[in-house]
């Protein structure tokens, strides 16, 4: 089966600097990979998603790119903002209409002021 | 948005008892769902595929007698935690796709199980 794997499991970037997390699947069926943000005690939220047949994915201040023949994605936040600070999650899934989402270990960030 | 509703939000009971969290899709139909467990500061783990008419798909490790999962209907899906222990206290989580094209899940509230 799918197996996700996520670094840094920790990250603390100043307000302003740009914070990337990055992600490694391993099932080569995987083509939709979406990107969840979770506040404490919170269901998790998409932030952005991306399929693999696009390479990079752009949405105001975050931006995902996929590079699907290493088998890597990454989510790249740019000009952190307090409000960024939480636990992100990368995910993978052999799209369907009804494919399991498999997540990574996940990622909490803070944004120090 | 779809909505999917999550019942109740936060559950405690005593060891050995039984609990039934439950899942709606409420404007929407979902013939799947799928039933997420989250331990403290750890990632959302999948435990089974719930479907629609017919027996649910675990995962491995999970056990299927102690986890059960009910899908009577397109809109509802119920996860009854048996026989309930301190190590399942948890946050269980489900969620549905959305069934277009664009393969996004949407998620209950989540329900943070304590067993005492």
């Known amino acids: 089966g799918e197996n996700v794997e996520q670094h840094p499991s920790t990250l603390s970037v100043q307000e302003g600097d740009s914070a990337v997390i990055k992600c490694t699947y391993s099932d080569s069926a995987s083509n939709y990979f979406p990107w969840y943000k979770q506040e404490l005690g919170k269901r998790p939220q998409l932030i952005i998603d991306?399929?693999?047949?696009?390479g990079e994915k752009k949405d105001q201040r975050i931006a995902v790119t996929l590079n699907k023949t290493a088998k890597h994605f990454s989510l790249h936040i740019t000009e952190t903002q307090p409000e960024d600070s939480a636990v992100y999650f990368c995910a993978a899934s052999p799209y369907s209409s009804a494919s399991k989402i498999i997540f990574g270990s996940g990622t909490r960030l803070s944004i120090r002021p | 948005g779809a909505v999917v509703s999550q019942h109740p939000s936060w559950v405690i009971c005593k060891s050995g008892t039984s609990v039934k969290i439950e899942c709606r899709s409420l404007d929407f139909q979902a013939t799947t769902m799928f039933w997420y467990r989250q331990f403290p500061k750890q990632s959302l783990m999948l435990m089974a595929t719930s479907n629609e008419g017919s027996k649910a798909t675990y995962e491995q490790g999970v056990e299927k007698d102690k986890f059960l999962i009910n899908h009577a209907s397109l809109t509802l899906s119920t996860l009854t935690v048996t026989s309930a222990h301190p190590e399942d206290s948890s946050f269980y989580i489900c969620s549905a796709p959305s069934g277009g094209v664009t393969g996004e899940l949407f998620f209950g509230e989540g329900s943070r199980l304590t067993v005492l």
């Open positions: 991306i399929r693999s047949n696009v």
